[in-house]
């Protein structure tokens, strides 16, 4: 039964490095889980905390935030400003009694198709551990 | 420096207008915010230029319906603008920091009074004791010389009051040292020296030893119970998550509406981005079995919670107006308080601090985002 649960994720990823390192990771033909759902944002720095909050309360069973790699960011410190969103976000998920290890923010460069593969790999398999988000079945949310 | 105002026959409200009178009288400032005491026995912010009105003032009224740091934003947010003196409790002048920060205020033209609370009622509990001739001043007053701060017998303090450890102003441009003092003798008060001149005032030396040991104890004695409080909402959350605490929420908003630091003119909440097409409902029932509604409940304190909860200041106004009786102010104290700790950030400490949020180091937290 585990073995048949194929997680749903969420990815924001950034228009400058994330995103095309996905890009690549496909044009390079490199195999990667089928279990992610990718959104393309300008600026990891323009994910809201709402947009994490919204597929995880709907029942995604993870959300996958890629910005570009610290001092790279095409907006000078979007990315740094996302990592404390992120933070914050985490602090908050778990004081409210949820799990916050369903939420990963990671950087991935546009020359790192391998890394986002392997990203989305090592992600899958996480949750896979971790089984549905329990959100999925609740309907008083 | 510091001063005393005189009082006479106990009564502590007239000295207090008095002294709010000259200020305008000395042109320091060329009106006052400040609660008016409304005829139908309740009170409301106001702004003040005429001195003969000042009769109404209630700045000590222990009754608060609406923090007023929201509308000393309105008067201040950008000139042309009076110099306003802004008379308020140290939750209001907390948030009004906050909002100074979040650009929604200025401080530029303002000179903030701030009054040590004694703690509040909420406005119904305020009318009906009123109505009933209950709740004498002068008596809560009393109890601010030793800090056995207590509510009139069968009343309560809000709750956000039973469990505020900061009830004593810590920084403002005039401030009204009600703890400790024997108010009944006078009204110690420490301002800027600018402000003494400009009002003709010669220092009086106060007990100041003792207003710190009061606060001390009221600081305590308040903590215990914070703690108290946030260790129960904390093993609720852990067990029934923010949809079990909120299970009751009707989606009314009036936390949002009445919380200092919601300034958002267009909340996305308010907005058509949460309206669903029909079909998507049904889908979601379909897919789950039931599907609560309104939906996206759980969304919204959790949104909040991520937009605010950092500048929380836990004036309580949410817990007073949610008609649900939810505990909403515990909650984002609780959780508050977790997350101000992670961020070193003390809400409405000052003006200095930057806002967590808009600044960020090079080298920190290096661990999210690396795995």
Known sequence: MADSFEPKIVAFLCNWCAYTGADLAGTSRIQYPPNV???????????????????????????????????????????????????????????????????????????EGQLFAQTVTEMTNAIKEKGPNPMRQKWAV | MKTVIPVENN??????????????????????????????????????????????????????????????????????????????????????VELVKLQQASLDDLVTIGVDCLGTYDVPDYVAMRKNGQGDLAALLATAQHGDL???????????????????????????????????AGVPVSMADEIAAKLGIEAAEGDGKQRDEVVKQVVQARTQVRDEWFAAIRQQLEQEGVEGVFAACVRCHNCMTVCPICYCKTCLFKSPVFDHEPMQYMNWAERKGAYRLPADTTLFHLTRLNHMVLSCVGCGMCTSDCPAD??????????????????????????????????????????????
């Open chain 2, 326 to 371: 939810l505990p909403v102010g515990l909650v984002f104290r609780a959780i508050g308080q977790q997350v101000q700790e992670v961020f070193e950030y003390v809400p409405g400490r000052s003006v200095e601090d930057p806002l967590p949020l808009i600044t960020f180091r090079e080298d920190e937290w290096m661990e999210v985002g690396e795995e």
């Open chain 1, 37 to 111: 759902r990718i959104i393309r944002l300008m600026c990891s720095g323009s994910v809201d905390s709402t947009y994490v909050l919204k597929p995880l309360l709907d029942g995604a069973d993870g959300v996958l935030i890629g910005g570009c790699h610290p001092g790279d960011c095409h907006y000078q410190s979007g990315n740094y400003k996302a990592r404390r969103r992120v933070v914050a976000l985490k602090e908050i998920l778990k004081s409210a009694g949820y799990d916050e290890d369903r939420v990963w923010l990671r950087w991935i460069s546009a020359s």
């Open chain 2, 11 to 96: 009564d502590v409200r007239a000295a207090v207008q008095g002294f709010l009178k000259r200020l305008l009288e000395a042109d320091v400032v060329d009106a006052l915010l400040l609660p008016m005491e409304t005829p139908t026995g309740t009170v409301t912010p106001a702004l003040v230029s005429d001195p003969a009105l000042l009769d109404a003032a209630d700045p000590l009224a222990p009754v608060l319906g609406l923090n007023a740091a929201r509308v000393a934003g309105k008067v201040s947010i950008r000139a042309p603008r009076g110099r306003i003196g802004v008379v308020l409790r140290s939750c209001e002048l907390r948030a009004l």
């Open chain 2, 150 to 184: 207590s509510p009139q017998d069968g009343y309560a303090f809000r709750d956000a009051c039973q469990m505020c450890e900061r009830p004593h102003i810590e920084q403002a441009d005039v401030t009204l040292e009600l703890l400790g003092a024997d108010l009944a």
